[in-house]
């Protein structure tokens, strides 16, 4: 069984503040572990991804997210928030068994002038 | 390359007929899922396809709503009897052996 939780469901940052939006998951199997935005009236799209190998993976827009397998995490940064990445973000967990992903229920991030 | 594509983009619907949505996946993906969002909410999984195995249908929320893939490419999700609950967004996505998803553009179903 896997399970995502996703820290605050709304997060409202100024514009060139840093961006954390968090997430901690639980897995049976070694996870992989991916974020994906969705902005406004689109389908999700995937902003990174972790599967084997360096803990710290870079995505789209400058996003990262580091793999921490002690705190079961993997949060979502960037160092300078921009007006274009006001969207919804959900963090996900597959199951390298199953296929299957199980996915958070998201996070709205505002970016403030 | 093309990527998943749904139709209709838009479906408005008297409560209690049955409508059909169909998903194109991408060529060569073995997996399907189908997510239900309604709005302001997270993604509500429905059901999954992996290649010739059988289905997951553990998020089906009804026997109304059923789902089928024809020769392990397009697939359509039918729903029977619609009720204004049923209003949401449906999101199609297809995988391959690495697990990330490639989501298609939704289809909006609105039901009077």
């Known amino acids: 069984a896997q399970s995502v939780t996703q820290l605050g469901s709304h997060v409202s940052v100024s514009e060139g503040a840093l961006v954390l939006l968090r997430c901690n998951y639980s897995?049976?199997?070694?996870?992989?572990l991916f974020w994906y935005v969705q902005y406004p009236n689109q389908g999700l799209q995937l902003l990174l991804k972790?599967?084997?190998?360096?803990?710290l993976v870079k995505g789209i827009n400058g996003f990262e997210a580091e793999f921490k397998k002690s705190e079961t995490s993997f949060h979502l940064t960037k160092p300078s928030a921009h007006m274009s990445d006001a969207a919804e973000y959900f963090c996900?967990?597959?199951?390298?068994?199953?296929?299957?992903?199980?996915f958070g229920d998201g996070t709205t991030l505002t970016v403030k002038p | 390359g093309a990527g998943v594509s749904q139709s209709p983009s838009n479906k408005v619907t008297e409560k209690g007929k049955d409508v059909e949505l169909r998903c194109d996946p991408i060529?060569?993906?073995?997996?399907l899922y189908w997510y239900r969002q309604s709005l302001g909410q997270g993604l509500e999984f429905l059901i999954y396809?992996?290649?010739?195995?059988?289905?997951?249908k553990s998020g089906l929320p009804s026997d109304r709503f059923s789902a089928e893939r024809t020769g392990g490419s397009v697939s359509t999700l039918t729903i029977q009897r619609t009720q204004q609950e049923d209003s949401a967004v449906y999101l199609c996505?297809?995988?391959?052996?690495?697990?990330?998803?490639?989501f298609g553009p939704g289809t909006r179903l609105t039901v009077t």
């Open positions: 396809f992996q290649g010739n195995s059988a289905p997951d």
């Open positions: 996505a297809s995988s391959s052996n690495s697990y990330e998803q490639y």
């Open positions: 972790y599967t084997t190998g360096a803990t």
């Open positions: 996900a967990v597959s199951d390298t068994n199953a296929g299957k992903s199980t």
């Open positions: 897995s049976s199997v070694p996870p992989y």
């Open positions: 060529s060569g993906h073995t997996a």
